[in-house]
């Protein structure tokens, strides 16, 4: 997918009409960056942007204080993402609190419907929705059922990646392989082109991989919160599971709710449950930030930049959440270009020296 001169916000392209006489100064090494903001990652059948963009907080208001009146920027949000090499987009049917259940997958399918540039791009958008291991979803024919729910709500034909929302290995390991079965059903059906799953941890997500594999269905992704403030021993453990199969890995909250934005102290707190988060452990990460304050001024970066590429360095593709143009525009600062080995060293050590970590989802398995 590439970009178009009118709408590419990189100062990293070249005019195609610059003059072939201009000389450059010798150059002694030139290290190409790891992705330029235009290419594409496998993952599985699948070609995706480097980075995602995640549509939890459409529709959510109890978190996220989502209402109708975003809807206008929102699109325009989305057509920005598009229109500059974005094509992974991450939902799922839960997204959405009451009556708006669902509600991230509805506007995704009416942005695609609407979406009025080249139909290239359009066609190339990859959906990636999560369905949810609710206690009344028993069958696989259940879970199939929820599939195609998603299809009606997104309204296209066939979803990029279907992914088990969260394992319930923990507390209902009756439910487990019929949710299994649920996805290798909506893969024979061709009701998606890859399966994934979220919230699995490193044995959980060897079993399902094995699983699946005797059914002859590959796993495509998996999907975890992974940041500088989610990288503890089980989170680094996945990662290692995930290059061993031949999975890739899917990092959600990669600026740990907003708390790697560098935008929030404990006097300016976001309102509603994240400021009471934030509250608890904004005041022990101060090593952290301090680097990535240090590596985004010498970069001339921005600090979400810097943890966000980050984990791309780390070999994930990472799926920042987006409510507004500026949040993308910044967030596709983070690509065509790559932190160096010192620097990387750097965040992990002021990772660790930082004496709060983000409080992992209650719903990743062992």
């Not at 419907?113 to 290239?120: I, L």
């Amino acid at each position: 997918m590439a970009f178009t001169s009118s709408t590419t916000p990189f100062s990293c392209c070249f005019s195609s009409g610059a003059s072939k006489d201009i000389s450059f100064p010798p150059i002694k090494s030139l290290k190409l960056p790891l992705f330029w903001p235009w290419q594409k990652v496998k993952m599985g059948p699948l070609s995706v942007s480097p980075m995602g963009f995640g549509t939890w907080a459409w529709g959510n208001q109890f978190l996220w204080g989502y209402q109708e009146s975003m809807d206008t920027e929102l699109q325009q949000t989305f057509n920005l993402a598009v229109e500059n090499g974005i094509n992974l987009f991450d939902t799922a049917d839960s997204y959405g609190t009451g009556r708006l259940n669902g509600k991230s997958e509805k506007l995704l399918g009416k942005f695609i419907q609407e979406f009025e540039g080249q139909k290239r791009l359009q066609d190339d958008i990859v959906i990636a929705t999560k369905f949810a291991a609710y206690p009344w979803r028993l069958t696989p024919g259940q879970f199939v059922k929820a599939c195609r729910g998603s299809l009606d709500r997104l309204q296209i034909n066939q979803i990029g990646i279907g992914q088990l929302h969260w394992s319930t290995a923990n507390y209902a390991p009756p439910q487990e392989l019929a949710l299994w079965d649920g996805l290798v059903a909506m893969y024979e059906k061709g009701l998606v082109r890859a399966v994934g799953v979220s919230n699995y941890g490193p044995s959980q997500l060897v079993k399902i991989h094995d699983y699946l594999k005797a059914r002859g269905v590959p796993l495509c992704s998996a999907q975890v919160q992974f940041s500088l403030l989610s990288m503890g021993e089980s989170q680094l453990e996945i990662t290692d599971v995930c290059n061993s199969l031949g999975v890739r890995l899917i990092s959600y909250s990669p600026l740990g709710l907003g708390m790697l934005t560098g935008k929030y102290t404990t006097s300016t707190l976001p309102r509603g449950p994240r400021g009471l988060l934030f509250r608890q452990i904004l005041p022990g990460l101060e090593p952290l930030l301090t680097s990535l304050r240090e590596i985004a001024h010498r970069r001339r970066k921005t600090v979400p930049q810097v943890a966000i590429n980050w984990c791309i360095c780390k070999g994930t593709i990472p799926i920042p959440g987006i409510k507004t143009v500026k949040q993308a525009e910044e967030n596709l600062g983070a690509l065509g270009w790559r932190l160096s080995s010192d620097e990387l060293l750097q965040l992990e050590y002021a990772s660790r020296e930082s004496p709060q970590k983000m409080i992992q989802n209650i719903f990743q398995t062992g």
